[in-house]
């Protein structure tokens, strides 16, 4: 027995000494902030009020990938090696204007959506979306500057600070949701961004903040090498979005219950905290993936021991999850979401069979193939989309549960045979 695991606590020891389980602690709070602490606020609302902020929380999800062009991900990638601090701040600002202008972009097309009543029939979600929409502004900035803490390796430094920012933003969006119901929550978000945004720009290195408000010129050769693999980066986030969550926009318009809607917009929030894990570990993967790729049997070897830890952490999260949040809800809510739970053990178990490939896609962009991850978010998408609309034709929310434990198989398949042919290729 400790010859099992003994390889396991080693590899966890490790991670811990790279601020796995302090940026575990701050990714927590991300998303306890991200539903405005889903457990608090869900007591203060109806169950009909957690399905449209879920709603509408699924389309900035979406819009705020585009808002960062894939340019998070692409910087970590182009500042491995750079040790220019001059240089690194020229790129972060460059990163930091086209955020700016792609919100302005974004944020109006949103609202002609809303205006046109393609977000969402619903006159409530109508009336608040244009405000809870300005969140996409601190979202898109916050990518960047959490990226180019990553790419800097300040893992800890960077959960600490976002640590605290999430104390405060946690105060403020329960408190307005206590006091002006589903209004506060959507007034509070964006400001609880804000703040995050304000911590995370004065806690950078001084060179970089001095270095931050210089203009410099517009570099077309940086732009271009980031936009290299930031479109495939984009192209393969945004279908991965479309992949977990084209259950909720098709559930906002097949099922008229918005009560019923509501339930299993809870259970997908109580199966979007355990997000943490595999969020937490891509963080602290990815750049160092980064670095291992000019290596391709370091590479590999550094994959395989990340991948083992990922299972192991998945499974054992998930068993726990399944046995302690059902018994959770039912003692803090009193009955209240008691119908959410139905689904949501089954979509947990979606959940997993979805996650557990994810070690893959997170080697294959330090390898620097967004490409095949493009490749592989599309295939699983595809498959998702036939299989939602037609079980859910017919089964209603039943078949959407269905189609999501099938789409997590399917997906599971796809992802290792791509992955697959990718290895034994640079083994060949």
Not at 26 to 48: C, E, H, K, R, T
Not at 97 to 105: A, C
Not at 279 to 286: H, K
Not at 369 to 378: C, G, P
């Amino acid at each position: 027995m400790n010859k099992f695991l003994s390889p396991y606590i080693e590899e966890i020891k490790n991670v811990s000494n790279k601020g796995l389980f302090h940026l575990f602690t701050a990714n927590g709070l991300i998303y306890l902030v991200g539903f405005a602490s889903q457990l608090f606020v869900a007591g203060l609302l109806d169950p009909a009020d957690i399905g449209r902020i879920k709603i509408m929380q699924a389309y900035i999800g979406l819009t705020s990938i585009g808002v960062g062009l894939g340019f998070n991900t692409s910087m970590i990638k182009r500042l491995a090696g750079v040790t220019n601090e001059k240089e690194k701040a020229r790129l972060l600002q460059l990163t930091l204007i086209i955020s700016l202008g792609s919100f302005v972009v974004f944020y109006f097309l949103l609202l002609l959506l809303n205006y046109l009543k393609l977000i969402s029939t619903d006159h409530i979600i109508i009336n608040l979306f244009p405000f809870y929409a300005l969140f996409l502004l601190p979202l898109g900035l916050q990518s960047m500057l959490i990226a180019f803490y990553q790419a800097n390796k300040e893992i800890q430094k960077m959960a600490k600070l976002q640590f605290v920012a999430k104390i405060f933003t946690v105060v403020l969006i329960v408190s307005l949701t206590y006091l002006l119901g589903l209004k506060g929550y959507v007034f509070a978000i964006p400001v609880a961004g804000l703040i995050t945004i304000f911590i995370l720009l004065m806690r950078l290195n001084g060179t970089y903040q001095k270095a931050l408000i210089k203009r410099y010129k517009f570099s077309k050769q940086d732009f271009k090498e980031l936009w290299l693999l930031a479109k495939f980066a984009l192209a393969a986030n945004v279908l991965g979005n479309l992949f977990t969550s084209v259950d909720i926009y098709i559930v906002n318009y097949m099922i008229e219950d918005r009560e019923l809607v509501g339930y299993y917009m809870f259970a997908l929030t109580l199966v979007d905290v355990m997000n943490i894990l595999p969020a937490t570990i891509q963080q602290i993967a990815y750049p160092y993936f980064t670095d291992k790729a000019i290596d391709k049997t370091s590479w590999l070897h550094y994959y395989q021991k990340y991948n083992k830890l990922n299972h192991v952490f998945l499974v054992l999260i998930s068993l726990i999850a399944l046995f302690v949040v059902p018994l959770f809800v039912k003692f803090a809510f009193q009955g209240k979401y008691d119908a959410s739970l139905h689904f949501y053990v089954f979509l947990m178990i979606a959940w997993l069979l979805t996650r557990l490939n994810g070690m893959k896609g997170t080697a294959l962009m330090g390898a620097g193939r967004f490409d095949l991850n493009m490749y592989s978010s599309l295939l699983s998408l595809l498959f998702t989309l036939v299989l939602l609309l037609v079980l859910g034709y017919y089964l209603d929310l039943n078949g959407i549960v269905a189609a999501r434990i099938v789409s997590g198989i399917g997906a599971y398949l796809i992802t290792f045979l791509i992955f697959k042919k990718f290895r034994n290729k640079i083994l060949a």
